[in-house]
C-alpha cells in the first residue's frame, strides 16, 4: 500500500511540475561518539527510498581502512523506520573508533555486497572492501567506540 501512495504522490507531484522528494536516510541510534556493543542493532528513519534501493549499514574500520557491508538490508517499516544488526569488530578491538554508515543501495550495489558477503562466507574470510562499491551512495555516517 505504501509503495503506490508514493507513487501516486510522485506522479502527482511530476505531473504538477514539482520535483519528486529527495531520498534522506539517517542514522537515529547509536549517537555519535556513542560506546558500541559488540553486536547491537543501528536504528535510523528514512523517506523516499527510490522503487529498488536498499538501505544497508556498513562498518568501516578506521584502524584497517576497510568497509564491511552487514548481512542483508535493513528492515524497513512502512513509515520509514529502519533497522539492522550490526556487528562492530572482533573481541580485541575494544577502546577502537569505527564509523557505521548508511547507504542506499541500487540493484548494483547490493549485487556487489551480496557477492562479497557470499565469498566471504563460503572462504570464511572477512576481510572487507577496499571502497564502497558502484551503485551504493552515503546518506549518514557516525563514529563509535567500541566497549
Request: with cysteine; net charge positive; proline share 7%.
Amino acid at each position: 500500500m505504501r509503495i503506490r501512495l508514493v507513487a501516486v504522490v510522485g506522479l502527482a507531484l511530476l505531473l504538477l511540475g514539482c520535483p519528486a522528494p529527495k531520498p534522506a536516510v539517517k542514522i537515529t541510534q547509536p549517537a555519535e561518539g556513542a560506546l558500541a556493543e559488540p553486536v547491537q542493532m543501528t536504528r535510523g528513519t528514512s523517506r523516499a527510498v527510490p522503487t529498488g534501493q536498499a538501505i544497508w549499514v556498513v562498518v568501516f574500520v578506521q584502524k584497517v581502512g576497510r568497509y564491511y557491508p552487514q548481512n542483508q538490508a535493513a528492515d524497513v517499516q512502512p513509515d520509514g523506520g529502519w533497522s539492522s544488526m550490526t556487528y562492530i569488530g572482533i573481541p580485541s578491538d575494544v577502546g577502537l573508533k569505527f564509523d557505521l554508515i548508511a547507504v542506499l543501495a541500487d540493484s548494483e550495489g547490493q549485487a556487489a555486497f551480496n557477492k562479497y558477503l557470499t565469498n566471504a562466507r563460503n572462504k570464511s574470510d572477512y576481510a572487507g572492501l577496499e571502497q564502497l562499491p558502484i551503485g551504493v551512495t552515503v546518506y549518514d555516517r557516525i563514529s563509535v567506540t567500541r566497549k
